[in-house]
């Protein structure tokens, strides 16, 4: 089993039916007949770079500027 794979339960008798990943899934319980019908709730989140130091990218400074001191001259 791979550690992203997800158990997939009857939404009526909670037999197991399968275990693996999905977007869209219908199946029918062999116990209690039932139609279930699964859809993933989000793909999976893509994962951001780090931002590069000194780099705000045209974004503001989330520090003020407040108690820092000037360069004299």
Known sequence: MKSN????RCGHCG?????GQYTL???KCP?????????????TPVR???P????????????SLAGRQTSPG
């Open 5 to 8: 794979a997800h158990e997939i």
């Open 15 to 19: 037999r197991k039916l399968a275990e």
């Open 25 to 27: 899934l219908t199946i």
């Open 31 to 43: 116990r209690c007949r039932a139609l279930n019908h699964l859809k993933a709730e989000s793909l």
């Open 48 to 50: 951001q770079r780090a």
């Open 52 to 63: 590069t130091p000194g780099a705000n990218h045209g974004r503001e400074s989330d520090h």
